[in-house]
């Protein structure tokens, strides 16, 4: 692309480079949320310019971009929006689940897990959205920081079930110190039920006998979260 007179402002460019100027011009956090998907889609239809077309995008979701980034291919596709076909909804799909990710490695990068909340932020982008419940435990070492997280299983949307046997297993074979227990509740409830309690019981007396600690059992919701230690239900 040919450069710009200097004396050419961002109004006076083609409406479809509007925002790839302008994020150089001024910055990424001058560009609006509309302006930024301009750019992942880069051209616009026939009498409508790109801007507008994401405008379109982000109406469709009620200008919620956590709800856009729960759409798959196909559910973007659905929406019959002109000018985005498998390729643009390919790139956008692709684009957020990128910024789900690196929310996710920010709190990896921690020194050391301190508080429910850390937990909270590691597994919000994985498992916080999800129609249905999965769980999932967190390996540590000594000094807490995370080994590795895994998937133990997955279940329906009023529940799932996880193998104490298996947990264990797989705490040995990291050579963790301490787990946490992390599942989802899709209701957004954040209530523990009877079911979660008895379980947290059965892994407490488990990890005494193997001498790996249970720090604590988060349920997460897409909104907040419930900690078993914070509410007092697991003594440090």
């Known amino acids: 692309m040919k450069p710009y007179p200097e004396n050419l402002t961002v109004k006076n460019w083609a409406e479809e480079d509007q925002p790839r100027?302008?994020?150089l011009l001024k910055g990424k956090q001058a560009l609006s949320d509309a302006e930024l998907i301009a750019i992942?889609?880069?051209?616009g239809v026939e009498k409508e310019p790109v801007t507008e077309v994401s405008k379109k995008i982000l109406a469709s979701v009620n200008n919620d971009l956590n709800q856009l980034g729960k759409l798959s291919v196909?559910?973007?596709l659905e929406k019959k929006i002109k000018g985005i076909g498998e390729t643009k909804a390919i790139t956008l799909v692709a684009a957020l689940e990128l910024g789900k990710r690196r929310q996710k490695s920010e709190v990896v990068d921690l020194k050391k897990v301190t508080t429910s909340r850390d937990i909270f932020n590691y597994m919000l982008p994985t498992i916080g959205e999800l129609p249905h419940e999965e769980?999932?435990?967190?390996?540590?070492n000594r000094a807490n920081k995370i080994i590795r997280c895994e998937r133990?299983?997955?279940?329906?949307i009023t529940g799932t079930v996880a193998d104490v046997r298996i947990i264990f297993n797989y705490a040995i074979r990291n050579n963790a110190v301490n787990i946490i227990l992390c599942h989802n509740h899709p209701s957004?409830?954040?209530s523990p039920s009877p079911e979660d309690i008895s379980l947290t019981k059965k892994m407490i007396e488990a990890g005494k006998v193997l001498?790996?600690?249970v720090l604590d059992h988060i349920i997460v919701t897409e909104t907040g979260y419930y900690s078993f230690a914070d509410e007092g239900l697991i003594q440090s």
């Open 21 to 23: 100027e302008k994020l």
């Open 40 to 43: 992942l889609l880069r051209t």
């Open 74 to 76: 196909q559910e973007m």
């Open 135 to 140: 769980f999932h435990v967190i390996f540590l």
């Open 152 to 156: 133990i299983s997955v279940g329906g």
């Open 188 to 190: 957004g409830n954040t």
């Open 211 to 213: 001498e790996i600690k």
